[in-house]
């Protein structure tokens, strides 16, 4: 039996690094090739959700130039009722049904009356808007969502989510968004493990170099401050993902994590009186009955302090008014209450701060991603990293092209790490690797079915060259 005896002069420190060190030699070859294949077949599909999420970003401040004649009134003297501004709104469409009220939040901004109308889609509400001054209708477009995104974001936002194809089109943002972390963290650990000259050449682009030396010096620096934003939105936009969206929801809600919503149930209703995201309260029968109104429903909400940048839906039969504050960026405005339309008292509150912690961090990661977190900050990182993942892509490309082999053949690419690489790594490291990936890939299927595509297809590849070795 070999016992092994420490190196005379060596210490247990010593000992200890070069074990890492040896561990990392036998490792890297296999993080490299996952992250060659990775960024080379799903390097599209990420070039894709960046420059389609880079529209998006830039997509709130169009929103606010092309739609300024609906968006923007001169301020007057005193703001009308609500109730009036309402009314307005309906005697412009009578053929919708008002679902939501969305009040002026600031002055010289319009109110918006939404709608359930046969003229826009089901998911969608037909936003009126009314000048709170004078009850003007300023216009009418489609609403989406409970950001209330306009035509403009909305069609950015669907090419980013779908590419307009639907359900379908539905796989390519999970398919992206599920091999974006992996391409990242892989490109992060081997950046880091790579020598190097000094600590600058870590963080920022190599001074002087040449070829595809300064090709990687601006890969690998950028994708360092890149990794942090990319792997954040990979994890959220999972979160609406078809497949594993459900494993990330079943997960949050065995942690207690899941988001509360106040309820609007009337006491002998059968209502949902879940926190409505806008669209209204779904399109159910109207409420029939004592009501208030929605003026004295507004001052109720506000005596308990939900005041701000403000939701109101409207009650359907069973349930109240639903009265939220909108306001995303931080620090957050997000409580909510519930208002009987009979006697206009509050049933029900809802405090942000009364969330779970989950629930919180899932709203503000959400949030980020939708770009409403920070406002025109969080828009403009959004830009700058989107920019960054079209550049990554693109040095990612460049040096697999000046990696190919310059002689002989025309037309030719650079050449993959070898086979066989994940036969050097410890048993040790390698099994518990191996279970860790087969769970992930359990948990994110479709980085799972596509991972086990990626090997069937090299071990093709490896059968047909050792065919042609033996021919």
Same mark, same amino acid.
């Given at each position: ?44 599909? !990420? ?328 406002? !025109? ?6 830009? !700058? ?87």
């Amino acid at each position: 039996m070999a016992i092994d005896v420490p190196v005379q002069g060596t210490t247990e420190t010593e000992q200890e690094t070069a074990a890492s060190t040896s561990t990392w030699s036998a490792l890297r070859p296999l993080v490299l090739r996952i992250h060659f294949y990775a960024g080379l077949l799903v390097a599209p599909l !990420l070039l894709i959700a960046a420059a389609s999420g880079l529209l998006y970003a830039l997509s709130f401040q169009a929103e606010k130039i092309i739609y300024s004649h609906e968006l923007e009134v001169p301020v007057g003297d005193r703001a009308l009722p609500l109730a009036q501004q309402v009314k307005a709104a309906q005697e412009a469409r009578p053929d919708g049904t008002v679902t939501a009220v969305w009040p002026s939040s600031e002055d010289g901004a319009t109110t918006r009356v939404l709608m359930s109308s046969p003229k826009v889609d089901e998911n969608k509400s037909l936003a009126v808007f009314v000048d709170p001054y004078t009850a003007e209708i300023r216009g009418a477009l489609p609403s989406y969502g409970g950001s209330g995104a306009l035509p403009v974001r909305a069609w950015t936002d669907e090419l980013h989510r779908d590419l307009h194809l639907g359900d379908l089109g539905r796989y390519y943002s999970e398919l992206a968004a599920s091999w974006l972390w992996v391409v990242a963290l892989g490109g992060l650990v081997l950046w880091l493990g790579r020598r190097r000259r000094n600590k600058r050449a870590l963080v920022l682009p190599e001074r002087g170099a040449k070829g595809r030396r300064r090709t990687l010096s601006w890969h690998g620096a950028i994708g360092l401050w890149a990794t942090i934003g990319l792997v954040l939105l990979s994890a959220t936009g999972l979160t609406w993902s078809r497949y594993a969206g459900e494993n990330i929801g079943a997960v949050q809600d065995q942690l207690g994590g899941a988001t509360p919503a106040v309820s609007a149930v009337l006491d002998g209703g059968s209502g949902g009186g879940g926190d409505h995201e806008g669209h209204g309260a779904g399109h159910g029968e109207a409420h029939q009955g004592a009501d208030v109104g929605i003026d004295k429903a507004l001052q109720s909400a506000r005596a308990v302090g939900i005041d701000g940048s403000l939701a109101i839906v409207l009650p359907s039969e069973g349930t109240g008014y639903v009265i939220r504050e909108t306001d995303a960026s931080f620090p957050v405005h997000l409580d909510s209450a519930a208002v009987d339309p009979a006697s206009g008292e509050v049933i029900d509150e809802l405090r942000f701060a009364d969330y779970p912690v989950l629930a919180q961090l899932t709203r503000f990661g959400i949030d980020a991603h939708m770009g409403v977190f920070l406002g !025109l900050t969080n828009q403009l990182a959004l830009a !700058l990293l989107m920019v960054a993942t079209i550049m990554l892509t693109l040095w990612g490309y460049r040096m697999w092209w000046l990696r190919r082999p310059t002689k002989g053949r025309k037309l030719a690419f650079g050449r993959p790490v070898a086979r066989g690489t994940w036969r050097k790594v410890p048993v040790v490291v390698l099994l518990p690797l191996a279970a860790v990936t087969a769970l992930i890939g359990w948990f994110v299927p479709l980085l799972g079915i596509t991972l086990v595509m990626f090997l069937v297809l090299d071990l093709a590849i490896g059968l047909m060259a050792k065919v042609r070795a033996r021919a």
